[in-house]
């Protein structure tokens, strides 16, 4: 298990790679599909440097209940440009993203995976300092959580390698030999 604490520093991104199992400690900012526009359209300077979790958290009394990951996947179209705009460290989700943001991650920042269903389990491990655009509602909003060894794998690294691409290449593989033998 290797330990990072939040900001991450470049040459810690880049000793990454994937398969990497850490426990991420220090201050991550939840970011879904509107926070994602809104970062685009204005500025966000506490962002900077930070690391974004796709989540949709629920909060009562301004404790953290559960704060799974949300597939990162609809976050594509937006991702590139709030990593150039914000000098992104990483970004933490569930089910991978697309080649363009590998692309974007290279050299500057990782995807790390967090496990779908463990919302209340995640919860444990963290701890609201601030919300932001509270209109958005409360999946929505861009919450400020302090973690506190939240554990991630590193899925997509900051060298263009993902893992997502080699289960998908060792698939095809699988089953182009299934296909032959089938034949």
């Not at 880049?14 to 201050?27: A, E, F, M, T, Y």
């Not at 933490?92 to 209340?120: E, H, P, R, T, W």
């Not at 958005?136 to 794998?153: H, L, Q, S, T, Y």
Request: proline fraction near 3%.
């Amino acid at each position: 298990m290797i330990k990072l604490t939040t900001p991450l520093k470049q040459e810690d991104i880049l000793k990454l790679k994937v398969g990497d199992q850490v426990l991420l400690s220090g201050v991550i900012f939840t970011a879904r599909d509107k926070a994602h526009q809104f970062l685009l359209d204005e500025n966000f300077e506490k962002i900077k440097n930070g690391t974004i979790y796709h989540c949709g958290p629920i909060i009562k009394d301004n404790k953290v209940i559960a704060a799974g990951p949300t597939s990162s996947y609809r976050m594509n179209i937006f991702t590139p440009k709030v990593i150039e705009k914000y000098n992104i460290k990483a970004i933490i989700g569930k089910a991978g993203m697309d080649n363009n943001v590998l692309q974007a991650l290279k050299g500057k920042a990782v995807y790390f995976s967090a496990i779908g269903g463990c919302g209340a389990l995640y919860a444990s491990s963290i701890k609201v300092k601030n919300v932001y655009k509270k209109e958005f509602g409360m999946p929505e909003a861009i919450w400020e959580f302090e973690v506190k060894d939240f554990p991630v794998v590193v899925t997509m690294d900051a060298h263009g390698n993902s893992l997502y691409e080699d289960i998908l290449d060792k698939s095809k593989k699988k089953y182009n030999e299934l296909i032959k033998w089938i034949h």
